[in-house]
Antibody, heavy 120, light 110 residues
């Protein structure tokens, strides 16, 4: 059974760096075709893909956020970390991590999500 | 403004068939497979359809997906009250080099 869980601060001040951790089980990020993505959802709004890291350490970022995001993996700890610099109140959202398998571009399953509020 | 365009709302009565459309372009739906997610109130999204028309284990065959050119559709037959949720389409975009989502469609079962 595959599970993912997001963790990180619930409240972050503007201009700070937000660091989120996705801890997973049931698969290995060293297996060919496997990737972990971060997706966010502002309150009452649509889903937005942020970043994706693959088994071979290939990384993809949303073009609109590329210069603020860094995604890394620790295969031994079964964790993926997303860092977002210079946060703003518009970054207030529920942040999800999700797995992609079999070289696919679909996400299944997703973590439960973690709500991050950016406010002074 | 989402890259993929969905109607903001849809509705139907129990037992009815409803469809939700998703319009894209040659760089996303036109050249890559389409996926659909269901998000029940207060929960994380769940994969509903992948690779245009494949259902993950456990998803009822009342749900089906199709694609034609740069558009895709999700059809739900035998509508049930528990189908009331937000539905999102998604696809890889070759120009943006990433996944793009639709704006979501809120389905109401009357």
């Amino acid at each position: 059974q595959i599970t993912l869980k997001e963790s990180g601060p619930a409240l972050v001040k503007p201009t700070q760096t937000l660091t989120l951790t996705c801890t997973f089980s049931g698969f290995s990020l060293s297996t060919g075709g496997v990737g972990v993505a971060w997706i966010r959802q502002p309150p009452g709004k649509a889903l937005e893909w942020l970043a994706h890291i693959y088994w071979d350490d290939d990384r993809r970022y949303s073009p609109s956020l590329r210069n603020r995001l860094t995604i890394t993996k620790d295969t031994s700890k079964n964790q993926v970390v997303l860092a977002m610099t210079n946060v703003d109140p518009v970054d207030t959202a529920t942040y999800y991590c999700a797995v992609s398998l079999y070289y696919g571009n679909w996400f299944d399953p997703w973590g439960q999500g973690t709500l991050v509020t950016v406010s002074s | 403004q989402s890259v993929l365009t969905q109607p903001p709302s849809a509705s139907g009565t129990p037992g009815q068939r409803v469809t939700i459309s998703c319009s894209g372009s040659s760089s996303n739906i036109g050249s890559n497979t389409e996926n659909w997610y269901q998000q029940l109130p207060g929960t994380a999204p769940k994969l509903l359809i992948y690779s245009n028309n494949q259902r993950p284990s456990g998803v009822p065959d009342r749900f089906s997906g199709s694609k034609s050119g740069t558009s895709a559709s999700l059809a739900i037959t035998g509508l049930q009250s528990e189908d009331e949720a937000d539905y999102y389409c998604a696809a890889w975009d070759d120009s943006l080099n990433g996944v793009v989502f639709g704006g979501g469609t809120r389905l109401t079962v009357l």
